[in-house]
Nanobody, 126 residues
Framework: QVHLVESGGGLVQSGDSLRVSCTASGRTFSSYAMGWFRQAPGKEREFVAA????????YYADSAKGRFTISRDNAKNTVYLQMNSLKPEDTAVYYCAAARQIGTVVPFATPGYDYWGQGTQVTVSS
């Protein structure tokens, strides 16, 4: 069982930066690929970024490429999402998720993840 807690959301202005964090319980954090997803009101939850269990590979949605950076610190059981040049359309609840990684496979879709956090709200004003 993995318990995930996100933090760091808030209200920012367009063009600002924000870093959200997700801390996991347990001693097997490095066994899990980690992903960030987001869900805006009235929309489906969508993939934002993912990172392999040891941090050697990262993946991004087109909307995040060049602006967002996912990273992890396995010693702290924490994964981060650094978001720069934020836009109003980035407004959403951001969720982190954990997937036990088998081989080199890192999932990009919600069914691929086993555990989810409660989410943190990010609001970008224009």
């Amino acid at each position: 069982q993995v318990h995930l807690v996100e933090s760091g959301g808030g209200l920012v202005q367009s063009g600002d930066s924000l870093r959200v964090s997700c801390t996991a319980s347990g001693r097997t954090f490095s066994s899990y690929a980690m992903g960030w997803f987001r869900q805006a009101p009235g929309k489906e939850r969508e993939f934002v970024a993912a990172i392999s269990r040891l941090g050697s590979s990262t993946y991004y949605a087109d909307s995040a490429k060049g602006r967002f950076t996912i990273s992890r610190d396995n010693a702290k059981n924490t994964v981060y999402l650094q978001m720069n040049s934020l836009k109003p359309e980035d407004t959403a609840v951001y969720y982190c998720a954990a997937a036990r990684q088998i081989g080199t496979v890192v999932p990009f879709a919600t069914p691929g993840y086993d555990y989810w956090g409660q989410g943190t709200q990010v609001t970008v004003s224009s």
